[in-house]
């Protein structure tokens, strides 16, 4: 049975180290903070200024002025700090925040992303994904493993937009887990109930597969 997004959200967050500095894009990576494997402190960061963001409020309890980049109400963590965004993107282009999880419309096999822009629909902005893919040590990206018509979004070259090149470390879908290597896509692990055939079917690039893929584990 394939993930929803709670699932990858909660997959993605057993990458999570103790004390690790982590920026989580719009979409599906904000549920990662919702995750935190227990006895693991994270310091979440937003680009619009906030550092020691926490998991998203109960309904009632929002305060509307404490947003994240995508303009979502959030909580904070003990400790938390708010900045101007310059201060912010100083963090990202200095190289300060070890792990990004991003959501992708495509990926390609060595690793390009594209999420910013659809030829001929409006896009406000690109937001902090460019700076994010030049700048963070380790970049996973959150997304379906195909389009609403079926389509693959894990391929062997990318059709939209470029952000980023040779950027991304793994990829997290509602049908596998992929690690990009220099030979390409290796699947590494499977939603529960999802065949590898069935991954093999709704992917575009090659896949490297080797000895027995387990499903996740939750």
Known sequence: ?????????????????????????????????????????????????LLGM???PFEGEEDPDMINAGKQTITTMPGAALFDSATSFAMIRGRHVQLTVLGAMEVSENGDIAN???????????????????????????????????????????TLPITGVNCI?????????????????????????????EVIAATQAELIIEGNILEMQF
Not at 4 to 23: G, P
Not at 122 to 132: C, E, R, S, T, Y
Not at 173 to 196: C, H
Request: aromatic letters at 4%; one cysteine or more.
């Open 1 to 49: 049975m394939a993930l929803d997004k709670n699932q990858i959200a909660q997959r993605i967050a057993q990458e999570l180290e103790h004390n690790m500095y982590v920026n989580l894009g719009i979409g599906i990576p904000t549920l990662v903070a919702n995750y935190i494997p227990k006895g693991i402190d994270i310091e979440f960061q937003s680009e619009n200024g």
């Open 54 to 56: 926490g998991p998203f």
């Open 116 to 158: 910013w822009k659809i030829p001929g629909k409006m896009v406000k902005g690109m937001g902090g994904a460019m700076d994010l893919v030049a700048s963070a040590d380790n970049i996973i990206v959150a997304m379906m493993h195909t389009n609403r018509q079926g389509e693959s979004k894990i391929l062997k070259k990318c």
């Open 169 to 197: 470390k793994k990829v997290v879908t509602n049908l596998a887990v992929l690690e990009v290597t220099k030979d390409g896509f290796k699947l590494l692990e499977r939603a529960p109930g999802v065949s590898v055939e």
